[in-house]
């Protein structure tokens, strides 16, 4: 392996009821042509059983005057996590350091089995899926605010906002995802934290950022998170380069990672996106783009140079 690692921070393995499977060999494939070395995977938001019987969703939330209301069994996620940490541990490889991230669901998960399940999978960071589990930074209780602050590993959150054009629920559960919440409630706490989406180029998110040991933002999937105006403050007018360089302008390089985001990253699943680290190095030039590309989430999560050198 090259010593600049390209690490993939963030893309889902799994069957999801909004956007169908996605196979851990098909990222493999699409890592491998895409110059990554080292993909951190996690389950996908809205899991299922049948993806053509709705009702067969592991878990689903319904915004009920003016409430969340949560619905499906306790610990949606418990044995998706299980299982996709045993399949990385036979797929990964050294070409292709695949690494486990555990998905958490703060309302429905009970503190004591994920425990347990943090103990024995060892993930190197842990998602929160805050449309597909419909929460918010608020959802996140003492105690696990307390666990999150003890095992020291980043929590990756989806980050969104909403300017009136959506459903009533989906204004709701993207504007509590607004990356300005995560990103006060991560620097309040002291918990690492890694907001995707590049914060919906939230300017006064990145002034935070800049200033915070606790953040760092994920950029991808650059080519569709600047497709939608809804839910940007900036209107990138559907150019990834417009997206890339507002980010650039704004965001000091050490905050900056990437992220594949596989497969969420594609607006047709027959058009495989493979130039996205093309378009990093293309916009931020070689050099930053090394940090980006690795550099700088290594240095946030010391856990994953450290899994990368075990089996390098």
């Known amino acids: 392996m090259k010593d600049n690692v390209v690490v993939d921070s963030h ?46 969703r592991l878990m689903y939330w319904k915004y009920i005057e003016e409430k969340m209301q949560y619905y499906g ?38 503190i004591d089995y994920f425990t347990k399940m943090l103990d024995e999978t060892d993930p190197v960071a842990i998602k929160i899926h805050g449309i597909g589990s419909g929460v918010g930074p608020e959802d996140i209780g003492k105690d696990y605010i307390e666990l999150l602050r003890k095992i020291n590993i980043p929590i990756i959150v989806h980050t969104d906002c909403d300017f009136g054009k959506g459903s009533i629920s989906m204004q709701h559960v993207r504007n509590i995802n607004r990356s300005i919440n995560w990103a006060n409630f991560f620097d309040k706490n002291r918990i690492k934290g890694i907001l995707n989406h590049g914060v919906s180029l939230d300017k006064e998110t990145f002034n935070i950022a800049n200033n915070s040991e606790y953040l760092t933002i994920a950029l ?36 900056i ?47 994953i140079l450290k899994k990368v050198k075990e089996v390098r």
Request: negative net charge.
């Open 11 to 56: 893309s889902h393995i799994g069957k999801d009821i909004f956007h169908g499977d996605s196979f851990i060999d098909d990222y493999i494939k699409f890592a491998k042509e895409s110059g990554i070395d080292v993909g951190i995977l996690m389950g996908v938001p809205s899991p299922c059983t049948d993806l053509n019987d709705v009702n067969s």
């Open 73 to 110: 069994q306790r610990n949606p996620f418990m044995q998706l996590n299980y299982d996709l940490n045993s399949l990385i541990t036979q797929k990964s490889s050294r070409e292709l350091i695949l690494l486990f991230a555990a998905v958490f669901h703060p309302v429905m998960d009970d």
């Open 220 to 255: 991808g999937p650059d080519k569709i998170a600047c497709l939608d105006e809804n839910r940007l403050f900036v209107d990138c007018l559907k150019d990834y380069r417009n997206y890339l360089q507002y980010i650039k302008d704004n965001l000091k390089i050490s905050k």
């Open 257 to 303: 990672i990437y992220d594949a985001d596989y497969n969420w990253n594609l607006s047709d699943k027959n058009d495989i996106d493979y130039d996205s680290v093309k378009r990093v190095k293309e916009i931020f030039g070689e050099e930053d783009a090394i940090k980006i590309l690795g550099e700088n989430l290594t240095n946030f999560n010391p856990k």
